[in-house]
């Protein structure tokens, strides 16, 4: 069975280049997570999907950041536009279908963007 | 005040030695907690959740303390691949189904020979 599974590890862009993440969820898992980690610092939520709707979305930023986990294939995270300052660790988890708060989460290796 | 306080670091310990983090959250309606690690900017992985009747895992022990707001994480016998950062992790709410919890920002430990 499968990890999350997150591409690509490393990404570089230059700034004002587009910048698209995937995350592939674990097998059987229908809830993503997607996470922002800043140098030094703790990470952040960011947006929560379930396939093809996007539940909360109230850590994203609100311009040039979406999200999207459409019915087939992976969830994506998009930033347009790339600024330094969204230089981070990106990291996407995944859980299943919640029946107990305790549920843990699952997470992908991350996708380590760098904006030049 | 943040939701989630931790003392970032880093404890600098000899192997052998024991040693406890605290963590500190501001919302008294908070579900759930967890303890997770992390190396080097690597995934998160869970240590363990925390109870209210504290819980023990080998030589990690947690304890949650409702009344004062804090959880802790206790690490006997300190090996050097216990050196990680320790994130706490606290469930503000159960947000109507899903685990929108809140990361601290890290505790660092390093095990010195």
């Known amino acids: 069975n499968a990890g999350v599974m997150q591409n690509p590890r490393h990404l570089v862009r230059r700034r004002g280049q587009e910048a698209r993440l995937r995350c592939s969820p674990m097998k059987g898992h229908s809830h993503v997570y997607w996470y922002r980690q800043l140098p030094e610092e703790g990470l952040k939520f960011m947006v929560y999907?379930?396939?093809?709707?996007?539940?909360?979305e109230s850590g994203m930023p609100k311009e040039r950041f979406s999200a999207e986990f459409p019915k087939e294939g992976p969830s994506i995270l998009r930033i347009q536009q790339v600024v330094r300052g969204d230089s981070a660790a990106y990291f996407c988890?995944?859980?299943?279908?919640?029946?107990?708060?305790?549920?843990?989460?699952?997470f992908g290796s991350g996708t380590q963007l760098s904006v030049l | 005040r943040k939701e989630v306080e931790q003392d970032p670091g880093p404890f600098n310990v000899p192997e052998g030695a024991t040693v406890a983090f605290n963590c500190t959250y501001s919302n008294s309606a908070s579900q759930s907690f967890f303890w997770y690690r992390q190396d080097c900017r690597k995934e998160p992985k869970l240590l363990m959740s925390v109870y209210s009747s504290g819980n023990e895992d080998g030589r990690f022990t947690a304890q949650l303390n409702r009344a004062s707001q804090y959880i802790s994480l206790l690490i006997r016998d300190s090996k050097l691949s216990d050196s990680a950062t320790y994130l706490c992790?606290?469930?503000?709410?159960?947000?109507?189904?899903?685990?929108?919890?809140?990361f601290g920002i890290g505790t660092k430990l390093q095990v010195i020979p």
């Open positions: 992790v606290v469930n503000p709410s159960y947000s109507g189904g899903y685990q929108k919890v809140t």
């Open positions: 999907l379930q396939k093809e709707n996007i539940i909360d």
């Open positions: 988890a995944s859980s299943p279908r919640l029946r107990d708060r305790n549920e843990k989460l699952f």
